[in-house]
């Protein structure tokens, strides 16, 4: 059973630092892309970054310069270093992972798989 679980989200001060991890199990990922996105309710899923399984990466407008996206492929985790967060930066931040090119992460329906979030505060 394929799983991705994420973990690290909390409640922080804007300004603080953050890191999220999401732990792939049930297969290999080889030739997947994996990503964040951000959901701030009733809003949809924002994609926030990306990256490849060889680690070339994307970041959305509300994160380029805050975010880091990176992956370790031999333990299946990828994380989301989040710096200088902003209340805005609140939201159930989900791990994602789809075959193929990471731009296929711009259309949610082609994602393969999700995790279940976690849930990040930041308080202003």
């Known amino acids: 059973q394929v799983q991705l679980v994420e973990s690290g989200g909390g409640l922080v001060q804007a300004g603080a630092s953050l890191r999220l991890s999401c732990a792939a199990s049930?297969?290999?990922?080889?030739?997947?892309?994996m990503g964040w996105f951000r959901q701030a309710n009733p809003q949809e899923r924002e994609l926030l970054a990306a990256?490849?399984?060889?680690?070339?990466?994307y970041y959305g407008k509300s994160v380029t310069g805050r975010f880091t996206i990176s992956r370790d492929n031999a333990k299946n985790l990828m994380y989301l270093q989040m710096n200088t967060t902003k209340p805005e930066d609140t939201g159930v931040y989900y791990c994602?992972?789809?075959?193929?090119?990471?731009?296929?992460?711009?259309?949610?329906?082609?994602?393969?798989?999700w995790g279940k979030g976690t849930l990040v505060t930041v308080l202003s």
């Open positions: 049930g297969r290999t990922f080889d030739g997947y892309a």
């Open positions: 990256v490849t399984w060889p680690g070339d990466t």
């Open positions: 994602a992972a789809v075959w193929g090119d990471m731009s296929r992460m711009i259309t949610t329906e082609a994602i393969d798989y």
